[in-house]
Structures are given as structure tokens and as C-alpha cells.
């Protein structure tokens, strides 16, 4: 099984978290997963179809005798959504929303097909039943795995489930009675105002794309299905809107696809949301980027964010690390070399600039580069064009270049070690990252945003992190910015076995508060130690208490036994 259907698998599992069933299957049509949900909504069990052609399994009931993927590689979808009827084992109709996507790999080839479709027929049967002051039906609506709101004519919120608190991270105190535009943005297009028109008309509107803020500042992409609610008369008297939170299914395509989008970046500080405005903006020009920032502050990221937001999403995205490699070989590396153009050349290698012609090429580290290499960047920058090693013919590239550095150019100019005609080549647009210290307004926003995705792709719960936690957190500096606090949330996920994490969960070094007594400046890497040696010694303790019966260390470790096997064979660790 290739990378991206390995990749593509993980969706199983985050999809099982989230109730929604998912059906993985390769180029060939063969089937590679079916999830638990699925398995429930299609009565099928995945040992007896894995290895199967889906077209024989699932092409007339669940495709409706047309293959979804070919129709979305055909008319060029990135996905396609719709809502079907199925019929299961006990000739009873299931009311499905399935969209389906096809899996590209870095090669531009499709590997694969990913369809994931959630029942909605309990849901719809309510709907049938619900009047608008049966306070019964929402109690029961109130324990769906789904966000379910209600807004009365003048589109005042009147009902707010539990799940709609856990995704916008408002309480039902705080918004009963309230606008809606308090969470829909109401200049993000058709959700805001979708609840005039359902009251105006009467007619449901499904799979609708949008947007809300949550408490924390946090915008996040949802899909929404509105539908008018009646009296017992057939008077319109409101609306109600279920509201799936699709943050994880955007973070699972953005590490596919390595396509990162805004929707990836979090921060609600001044400097962070200048960055926000600009961003757009820059993007859509052709213009010289350079990111400064300390270690760890998401450089690379957001060099990912505007590539993918440009005109020259679609091409190459090239990442060239200067500090990574020895100053002999990064010239040849960055510009190739030519057949004969030193012993061993035996033939033309183009270089990381070819590669990126027509996208993007990211010079991480550029503080690194050396000042003889400089030059010829330079010359890349004014006449997009340079010399391959070896080579009398220059070569010609149309590339974007976003660099990158933690050390501070301008310095490096004063001190003779970086060109000072390069530098304002580079220093067209600056993006200057701030560390997570002085940015620390958004650490719990931040915290709430690792941890949503550290619990998806680990498949278990944690509502809530302690005051006492928290206050650790916020008071701590972070040396290793947001890196070193995804490292920290890492570690507390694994020592933690309940949904509350505590003070205690947190690393030791955290505790007891040695970084205010001169350890602020520890490495990153001591951190990221720390929890590796705690996930071995957490795993050699549960599979010794369950006498090294794997299938019961998985699920008191609370995750599948393809991911013990895996960490078991990271960590050496033998019966």
C-alpha cells in the first residue's frame, strides 16, 4: 500500500470518532478500508470486502450505478457531495449524505478514492416530528452527536445543543436570545442570511459550506442543513440548523495534500492577525517574501499557506533547507549540474530551481547560505535565470521565492555575513512571526486547536484541561514556541488517561515550574525526549499488566493494534 493510501486510512479512524462512515479504496477499485460506521450503515463487514472491487460491492446501492470517482476526475471536482437513499439489510430506508473525494498523490496521479457518508434518517424522522415547543424532542436532540440550533423569526437563538457548545465553545446561557450573527460570519457569504430565506420560503437548503467564530476567536469551516420550522397550523415560526464541524476534515486534506490553507492558522493577537490581513493580498502577487521568526513559530507553515492561496497553487511547491546541507553540495543541489561537470556527474540532475518552474521554492534558513552561493541567488532574483554546474547555457525559470530565517538578515548584513543587495532583494514583503511569549493571549486558543487534532488521529476524548493546567500553560515561555507546546499537549495526551487534563499530566520540568529559575533556554529536543521516554515506559507498563496481550494493550491504550504494533517497533520494545 502506497503513502497516500496509508495517509488516507488514518481518515478511518477519525471519521469513527465523528460517527461519519468512511469506505478507502485504490487506483484499481479495490477496497482498503471500511470503517465501524460503515460497516454499521451498509451491513457489511470489512474482513469479507477488503481486497474486493468496489463496483461489485457497493456501485448499485451506494454509488447509484455510477462511479462518483470517475465522474469528479472527469469533470475535474475536487470532491462531489450529494444525498442518497439506501436500503438495509432489513429493507429499511436510510437517509445518507456521501461525499466523495479522490486521493492524488505527489506525483498528480490519482491513488485512490476516499467516500464518507453519515446516516441522517433518525434526524429527519425527528424533523417530521418536532413542533416548535416539544421540549421532549429536544432533549433528545439536545444527546445527538451533531450541532442542532434553532432561531426564531427574527433568527434570536431559542435552542443550542450540547454538541453546538462543545463546536463553537459558547454555553447555551450565553447565547440563547442572542443573534445568530454572534457565531456565523456574517460576511462569509450565504450561511449567515441562510435563515431569512428558509423562513421566507420554506424550503430546506443541505450541504451548505460556511463559516463560524468560536468563542475563542477561532474561525472555523462548517456544513450546515437549515430547514423552516412550522406550528401546529403550518405557520413558519423559525429555523433550525444542524452544524457539522469540518476543522478535523480540512486539517486530514491539508496533511494529505500537503495543502494548507488559512483554516490552518490560529492566532487572534495584533501581530498574528496583521499577518491574517496581509496575506490575502500578498499571495495573489508574484512578490519576494521573506518570513522571519524564531524556531518553531510555524515559518514553514505559512510559507505553505501562501503558496497554496496563489495563482501557483496547482505547480510545485519546492522546499530547499540552506542549513541542511554542506556548502559543497548546495549549489549543485539548488541550481543541478550538467553531465562531466565534476567526477561521478554521469548525467544531467536538474535542480531544486527546475523543479519549482512555474511554482514556489521555499529557502529555509537563508541566514545560512554561504556568501558565495549569495551571488548567483542574487542573479536568480533580477534575471530569472542562472547557470547549472558545469553548464555554459543558462537556464531560464519562472519561480516564486519565499525565504525563511530564525537569525535576523538585517543583523547578518551589519555583521558582513549575508549581501546587503541580496537582503533588500529578499525584503520586498516581510512577514515577521512573533514567539509564542509575547503572543500569549493565544495559547489557549492554540491549545484547543493542537488538541482537537492530537485527539482525532490518537481516536480518544479529552473535554476539558484543568484551571490549574491551564495556569501552567499560560505562564510558561515556550522556547521552542508552538512547536515545544505541541510537544507538551503530546505528552499530556499520553500520560493522561482520563478526559480531564490535569496539572499532573503535564511534563515534570513544567510542574514544578523550572523554567522560571534559569531553564527557559532548554532545547526543544530535551522536550520531545521527555515524551518519547514517557509513551515507552506508559506502553511497556500496560502491556506488562495485560501479560503482553497486544489486543487488550490497544484498547486500554485506547488506540487500534496496527498503531501499538507500530510504537512498539519504534521503541524496540520486545516481550
Known amino acids: 500500500m502506497d503513502d497516500v493510501l496509508i495517509k488516507g486510512t488514518q481518515l478511518g479512524s477519525i471519521f469513527d470518532y465523528l460517527s461519519i462512515g468512511t469506505v478507502i479504496s485504490s487506483s ?56 442518497i437513499i439506501l436500503t438495509d439489510q432489513s429493507n429499511e430506508e436510510l437517509s445518507v449524505t456521501k461525499i466523495v473525494w479522490p486521493l492524488y498523490g505527489p506525483d498528480k496521479r490519482v491513488h485512490g478514492c476516499v467516500v464518507v457518508f453519515q446516516d441522517h434518517s433518525a434526524f429527519k424522522d425527528l424533523i417530521k416530528r418536532l413542533w416548535y415547543e416539544d421540549r421532549r424532542l429536544k432533549i433528545i436532540l439536545d444527546n445527538l452527536d451533531i450541532g442542532v440550533l434553532t432561531v426564531d423569526r427574527s433568527s434570536h437563538v431559542t435552542f443550542f445543543n450540547t454538541q453546538s457548545e462543545l463546536i463553537t465553545g459558547y454555553t447555551r446561557k450565553e447565547l440563547l436570545g442572542k443573534s445568530c450573527a454572534k457565531i456565523f460570519r456574517e460576511n462569509a457569504g450565504e450561511d449567515f442570511i441562510m435563515f431569512d430565506k428558509i423562513i421566507a420560503d420554506g424550503k430546506a437548503r443541505s450541504n451548505i459550506k460556511g463559516e463560524i467564530v468560536t468563542k475563542t476567536g477561532q474561525v472555523i469551516p462548517i456544513r450546515a442543513n437549515y430547514v423552516a420550522l412550522k406550528n401546529e397550523e403550518g405557520r413558519t415560526v423559525g429555523g433550525l440548523a444542524t452544524i457539522s464541524d469540518l476543522s478535523l476534515m480540512y486539517q486530514f486534506n491539508s496533511a ?21 490581513e496581509i496575506v490575502p493580498v500578498v499571495a495573489a502577487s508574484d512578490a519576494t517574501i521573506l518570513i522571519e521568526g524564531p524556531t518553531g513559530t510555524g515559518k514553514d507553515l505559512l510559507a505553505k499557506v501562501v503558496h497554496n492561496a496563489s495563482r501557483r497553487a496547482d505547480k510545485s511547491f519546492v522546499k530547499v533547507n540552506c542549513a541542511a546541507l554542506p556548502d559543497n553540495l548546495l549549489e549543485s543541489e539548488m541550481f543541478g549540474y550538467v553531465k562531466g561537470a565534476f567526477t561521478g556527474a554521469d548525467r544531467d540532475k536538474p535542480g531544486r530551481f527546475q523543479e519549482a518552474d512555474g511554482g514556489t521554492i521555499f529557502l529555509d534558513e537563508i541566514g545560512d547560505m554561504p556568501l558565495s552561493l549569495q551571488a548567483k541567488l542574487l542573479r536568480v532574483l533580477e534575471e530569472k535565470e542562472f547557470y547549472s554546474l558545469g553548464s555554459r547555457k543558462t537556464t531560464k525559470v519562472d519561480v516564486r521565492i519565499i525565504a525563511a530565517t530564525n537569525q535576523g538578515l538585517e543583523q547578518l548584513v551589519n555583521e558582513k555575513r549575508f549581501r546587503e543587495d541580496l537582503f533588500y532583494r529578499l525584503n520586498v514583503i516581510c512577514l515577521d512571526l512573533p514567539p509564542l511569549k509575547k503572543r500569549k493571549g493565544d495559547i489557549s486558543l492554540l491549545v484547543y486547536h493542537i488538541l482537537k487534532r492530537l485527539c482525532a488521529t490518537r481516536d480518544i476524548q479529552v473535554d476539558k484541561i484543568s484551571e490549574d493546567a491551564m495556569e501552567v500553560l499560560l505562564n510558561y515561555d515556550y522556547p521552542g514556541n508552538i512547536r515545544e507546546l505541541e510537544n507538551i499537549l503530546e505528552h499530556a495526551l499520553i500520560i493522561c488517561q482520563t478526559s480531564i487534563i490535569e496539572r499532573k499530566h503535564l511534563p515534570i520540568s513544567l510542574q514544578r515550574g523550572t523554567e522560571s529559575k534559569g531553564l527557559v533556554t532548554r532545547k526543544i529536543d530535551d522536550l520531545g525526549q521527555e515524551v518519547k521516554t514517557s509513551e515507552r515506559n506508559m506502553i511497556i507498563e500496560i502491556l506488562t499488566k495485560h501479560n503482553w496481550n497486544k489486543g487488550e494493550a490497544a484498547q486500554a491504550l485506547k488506540i487500534n493494534r496496527t498503531t501499538l504494533w507500530r510504537k512498539m517497533k519504534k521503541y524496540n520494545i520486545l516481550p
Open 28 to 83: 484499481d477499485r479495490k477496497i482498503v478500508l471500511l470503517n465501524r460506521t460503515a460497516e454499521f450503515i451498509t451491513g457489511q463487514r470489512q474482513a469479507d470486502v477488503v481486497g474486493k472491487p468496489c463496483t461489485e460491492m457497493f456501485l448499485n446501492n451506494l454509488c447509484g450505478g455510477e462511479c462518483a470517482l470517475d465522474k469528479t476526475i472527469r469533470e475535474s471536482y475536487n470532491s462531489a457531495a450529494l444525498d
Open 256 to 276: 494529505i495534500r500537503d495543502r494548507y490553507t488559512f483554516y490552518d492558522m490560529v492566532g487572534r493577537d495584533h501581530a498574528i492577525q496583521k499577518i491574517f
